[in-house]
């Protein structure tokens, strides 16, 4: 087996035994057993917890990026996107987990910021490119690319948390709405 | 029955003090029972006594110090006139960059995924945060000032919004600023309870 692929199997099991565990319980041991590897060759691969937490999380957003683009007119691929950015059951609610493990650990440990900046920058992009892309007429991509992103954390987290306030489907419709209003949409003529 | 620890003299106010800070300096798993103890002047049994475990303990100092910012945040409501202002100083009120309290909120997400206890305790926290906006929107209906909107669903949005992008702000994002986010927020009372048709551009 290539060296690649090892490291890839190594850091699926990190996603999922950080997922589980949380970055500060999981034990390198049981990542190693996971990914039938030896110690050594993770402690190899991940120097410390901050540099395992970070790997993973970009890992686990590469995977994702693979499958997310789809065709569509603007506005239904940006319901898309808002779509695949909330913790849904599956792999999405597992990354979220890791997300909100990193927006701890970040703040506490400042070399994993540009982690978090770079995972954010990306997600900024991303939906500002969609909405000039989009031709929605003069508005602000880069601002309603913040203002979203903001509402799909603060929904989000408490979607994942299992708030009764904010049930997963009520959490896309609020960010769809909000979004479909910055870009001077109608939301309920664009609900699916 | 275990002998009762000489507690008399510690006040259950200063132990949740000690562990607010502690545990905002260090986390929740490098804060020890011993380090709070030292830190409000007291002994491990002492905190002990009051608190079974960290995780209680970090919800009830995140309570202890929510009772505080409630108490000053109806002094200084009370101060200014006119529901707008209110909801205008409630925004400028929320956890900032480098706060202590947003990093305590973090640690409480985190152990809120894995405890359902402290999913709980969260959620009493962020119900009486979202009651404290909804009851300024209420007010502003009432004076005619803001629109019939839903003042829970208008708080719940607002909540959300803030939790967001207080996220940015503590990560030092550098390309969300207190101001930028200010005017996110205040872009949003004015868009979904104005009175003065057109919002402003955010």
């Known amino acids: 087996m290539s060296a690649q692929r090892t490291r890839e199997r190594i850091l699926d099991a990190a996603v999922e035994r950080i997922a589980s ?3 500060d319980a999981v034990r390198i041991a049981r990542i190693a057993m996971d990914a039938r590897v030896s110690t050594a060759l993770v402690h190899y691969h991940f120097a410390t917890r901050e540099a395992l937490l970070a790997e993973a999380l970009e890992h686990s957003f590469e995977t994702a990026g693979a499958v997310s683009e789809q065709p569509g007119d603007p ?31 970040a703040v506490r440990h400042p070399e994993l910021r540009p982690t978090a900046a770079k995972l954010y920058a990306r997600m900024h992009d991303w939906f500002r490119e969609a909405i000039e892309e989009g031709d929605f007429g003069p508005v602000d991509a880069g601002a309603i690319a913040d203002h979203t992103l903001a509402l799909i954390d603060g929904f989000g987290v408490r979607a994942l948390l299992g708030d009764p306030a904010m049930p997963l489907e009520r959490a896309r419709e609020e960010v769809w709405h909000a979004l479909a209003g910055d870009l001077g949409l109608h939301s309920g003529a664009l609900s699916s | 029955m275990s002998p009762r620890p000489t507690t008399g003299h510690v006040r259950r106010p200063a132990i949740l003090k000690a562990a607010a800070e502690v545990i905002a ?7 020890r029972i011993a380090d709070v103890a030292e830190r409000a002047d007291t002994s491990a049994p002492g905190v002990l006594y009051w608190f079974a475990t960290k995780d209680e303990l970090l919800t009830e100092a995140l309570a202890f ?54 999913a709980a305790a969260r959620e009493r926290l962020d119900g009486r945060w979202r009651e404290a906006i909804a009851g300024v929107v209420r007010e502003g209906q009432a004076s005619g000032e803001f629109l019939p909107v839903d003042p829970d669903d208008f708080a719940l949005m607002l909540g959300a919004l803030m939790d967001g992008f207080a996220i940015q702000l503590a990560l030092h994002d550098p390309a969300v600023t207190p101001e930028r986010v200010r005017e996110h927020c205040m872009a949003l009372v004015e868009e979904r309870l104005g009175m003065e048709g057109v919002p402003d551009a955010i």
């Open chain 2, 25 to 31: 300096e260090r986390g929740v798993i490098g804060t």
């Open chain 2, 65 to 118: 110090a929510d009772d505080h910012f409630y108490a000053e945040l109806r002094d200084e409501l009370a101060r200014l006139d006119g529901a707008r202002a209110r909801l205008s100083r409630i925004v400028d009120l929320w956890p900032a960059e480098g706060d202590g309290e947003a990093v305590l909120w973090m640690e409480l997400w985190v152990r809120a995924l894995r405890d359902p206890q402290v």
């Open chain 1, 75 to 105: 506005a239904t691929r940006l319901r898309s996107m808002v779509e695949q950015c909330l913790p849904l059951p599956g792999e999405q609610e597992r990354d979220w987990v890791l997300w909100v493990e990193l927006w701890l650990r």
């Open chain 1, 21 to 23: 565990d949380g970055i």
